[in-house]
């Protein structure tokens, strides 16, 4: 540690005396480079290469052998799975005390939604078009991390989906590139602020990259080809944003990208990232993706995969020790190759300096402030806020809900109704069950005294067992309304968990069906990672409530919403298909030169499903009624350079206050390449009450309209275009206008 003090000071000195101006290092290059030049190879490669902590919490000290030979060695810079103030704080004493430079440790971990306080998925969220939530639901994140030692979240996740098969669909923003660019840099600015070395924020990681959502099938760690042109208008744009607001670190994918694992993609990596990008921090493998090269088939070896990761510009090695086993073999037989070393070292230093690490390397391991912040009743809040605000209102027939609170007697059935694992989602970090407070229990708090609340679970999420269907009978029967909690449990999604049939599991579908027999009202609360194709229960239930994985306030968010106490004003952020065989289908497709026509056989189309899907990317009801008209441009015609405004009346024509999602969407109609038939270009999310009109004006110019045209070039092209206004992507006004 005296050494590091010492280099530190030194920095400072040199950063502040260069010989002259041009030369003058700030104190942190100068700090970074008079400590790298200390460093022997070995501990270079100990500061690229990443170890997991045991999966189970052994206690507040680190006593794992391993680790602490790890640790104390030098043989790594990082731990993943290592949290807590003391446990971090026993780790970092290892490093810091007992390693020649005592160069800090750097903690990572998985708070995809949350760290303690868990929120709801990331594709939830992304429904809510809040980006002022979205972004709080990551500050309060980072604050919870930060006070127990963790510096650094593997979050977020910003694979454009495409494919709902895909089990990781839930924890990106869907299918749209425009709004996952959005929502990327509203969670990155959410975890990071503007000053890593705060002690409410972490360094954020853009992941995976890239178009790991891709895989073929749906099925996930499958094959992606993409198109370079497909590849940077659909799958990079989220990363690049990610990356424009300043993201610390990158992760590579596990897919192979059109031949090339994204972890040895020199295109990817090198290329697009660090030189067209310029970005500055840096990438870290996936889970032992370096080595599963080998397995990929492109390298004969774990030493040929440590080479190809090192010059494919891969910084630090998630689990797998190629890097800890053959990197001096390497650069004894290629000595160039310290130069991709020393650029991977330093980037990997300049984060831990701007976390703040080498002025104080416990800075983060607070166990006074990690009691004091973390699960704070603030933070609760908020997770209601943001959940009720995700879920989206799919079907409302007869004005079933909201419910009155004076309900003589509700029947809440359904294997998902109290249960509190499943709204904690997939990849839930340090979430746990007694912190959730189940549909059941936030419907008994939200009802009158005078409701009775009937209960029967009717059937487990995946089971052919029916037998439970009489009692859930007798409680239908007795009931005024029936809340049907059905879905899919929280691990039938994330990571290794595509599903070949999107439907409801078991003989869900089939209690629905019993239930609405009964002739009583069904008001569906559908919990799910992923869209769920059900046609029945969408075409046949009274009401159907979108509530995804809504984290630890799911009882009363959705309780908020049957009962009225808040307007439902969620939008899709995917399409939800009618079936799997649509597959894949999203709103921002090409038009090809026989578009779909049901009154010409010969045009795209299948001879045995519908066309359309079930909902339309941006589609969400409410409890009241808006009504668009007087779509105007300010121009028919402009120049590049200049912008065309547009505007639109909007009119809550309806009983009660509530917000809407107006959405912009433009269409080229002719380009040097196919175009989509929409692109999602703006939207406004605003408040309207009761017979209030609002116009909302949206501006474009040119640079919105860029693509990559047939030559490759990121340009706009002049021409003739299509402007639309609506509440969702299938239900919109246009209007025309030309770029000149
Ligand atoms: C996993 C995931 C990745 C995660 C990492 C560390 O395999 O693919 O998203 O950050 O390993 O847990």
Redesign the pocket.
């Known amino acids: 540690m005296r050494l590091i003090f010492s280099t530190f000071i030194l920095g400072i000195f040199l950063g502040c005396s260069g010989p002259d101006q041009a030369q003058k290092l700030s104190p942190k290059q100068a700090f970074l480079d008079s400590l790298l030049n200390e460093m022997t190879l070995a501990e270079k490669i100990g500061q690229m290469s990443q170890a997991t902590g045991n999966w189970e919490k052994t206690g507040p000290v680190v006593t794992d052998p391993d680790m602490v030979d790890l640790a104390t060695r030098g043989k790594v810079g990082s731990f993943?799975n290592v949290f807590g103030a003391a446990r971090t704080r026993s780790a970092q004493e290892l490093a810091v005390n007992q390693t020649r430079l005592g160069i800090p440790l750097i903690f990572g971990y998985?708070m995809i939604h949350g760290y303690k306080t868990t929120f709801p998925i990331p594709l939830a969220e992304a429904a809510s078009w809040d980006l002022d939530l979205i972004k709080r639901s990551a500050e309060i994140t980072a604050i919870e991390a930060a006070a127990s030692g963790l510096h650094w979240n593997?979050a977020p996740?910003v694979d454009i989906a495409r494919d709902p098969r895909w089990g990781r669909i839930m924890e990106g923003a869907g299918e749209d590139p425009w709004w996952g660019s959005k929502v990327a840099v509203a969670r990155v600015q959410g975890y990071q602020g503007d000053d890593l070395s705060s002690l409410s924020t972490i360094a954020a990681t853009a992941?995976?990259f890239a178009a790991y959502g891709a895989a073929e099938g749906g099925r996930d760690y499958n094959t992606t080809e993409v198109s370079e042109r497909t590849l940077r208008e659909v799958y990079l744009p989220p990363f690049q944003a990610a990356a424009k607001a300043g993201v610390a670190t990158f992760?590579n994918g596990?897919n192979d990208l059109n031949g090339i694992p994204a972890t040895a993609s020199e295109l990817l990596v090198r290329q697009i990232l660090k030189k067209e990008w310029d970005f500055q921090g840096f990438v870290v493998s996936?889970?032992a993706s370096v080595q599963e090269m080998t397995d990929h088939s492109i390298a004969s070896s774990d030493k040929e995969a440590a080479e190809l990761a090192l010059i494919g510009g891969c910084d630090m090695e998630?689990v797998s020790t190629t890097y800890t086993e053959f990197m001096e073999e390497l650069v004894k037989e290629n000595p160039t190759y310290i130069s991709y070393i020393d650029e991977a070292v330093h980037r990997v230093l300049a984060i831990k300096y701007d976390l703040g690490l080498f002025q104080d390397p416990y800075r983060y391991s607070d166990p006074a402030r990690e009691a004091e912040v973390v699960l704070h009743n603030d933070h609760f809040k908020h997770a209601r806020e943001i959940a009720k605000r995700s879920i989206v209102l799919l079907e409302n027939r007869n004005q079933t809900l909201p419910l009155n609170t004076d309900l003589n007697r509700i029947a809440v059935i359904g294997p998902l109704a109290d249960d509190k694992e499943t709204p904690l989602g997939t990849w839930s970090a340090q979430g746990r069950q007694e912190h959730v407070t189940t549909i059941l229990e936030g419907i008994k708090l939200a009802s009158g005294d005078e409701t009775k609340i009937l209960t029967a679970k009717g059937c487990e999420v995946n089971s052919s067992d029916k037998s439970g269907f009489k009692n859930a009978r007798s409680m239908a029967k007795q009931a005024d309304v029936i809340i049907a909690v059905v879905g899919e449990e929280a691990l039938m999604s994330g990571?290794a968990l595509s599903r070949s049939d999107i439907g409801l599991p078991g003989v869900q579908l089939e209690l629905l069906q019993m239930l609405k027999a009964t002739g009583k009202p069904v008001v569906v609360v559908l919990m799910n990672g992923r869209p769920i194709a059900e046609p029945w229960m969408y075409e046949n239930c009274d009401a159907v409530l979108e509530t995804w994985h809504l984290g630890v306030q799911s009882g009363p968010a959705i309780a908020d919403v049957l009962f009225g106490s808040y307007n439902p004003s969620g939008k899709l952020p995917v399409t939800i298909p009618r079936s799997v065989g649509q597959i894949p289908i999203y709103y921002n497709h090409k038009n090809t030169g026989r578009a779909y026509d049901p009154t010409e056989r010969y045009t795209s189309q299948y001879i045995d499903e519908d066309h359309l899907p079930q909902y339309p990317f941006g589609y969400g009801l409410s409890y009241t009624e808006f009504e668009y008209s007087n779509l105007v441009l300010d121009k028919s015609s402009f120049h590049a350079g200049e912008s065309i405004s547009i505007g639109v009346d909007i009119k809550n024509s309806g009983p009660v206050s509530g917000e809407e999602v107006v959405q912009l969407y433009v269409r080229d109609m002719f380009g040097s390449v196919t175009r989509p038939v929409l692109e999602l270009k703006g939207f406004h999310k605003t408040m309207l009450a009761p017979g209030e009109s609002q116009t909302i004006h949206f501006t474009l110019g040119a640079e919105d309209l860029r693509f990559w045209d047939k030559d490759m070039k990121f340009s706009w092209e002049p021409g003739n275009f299509k402007v639309f206004v609506g509440p969702d992507s299938g239900d919109l006004l246009g209007a025309d206008f030309k770029l000149l």
């Open positions: 993943l998985d593997f996740m992941k995976h992760m596990f996936d889970w998630m990571e």
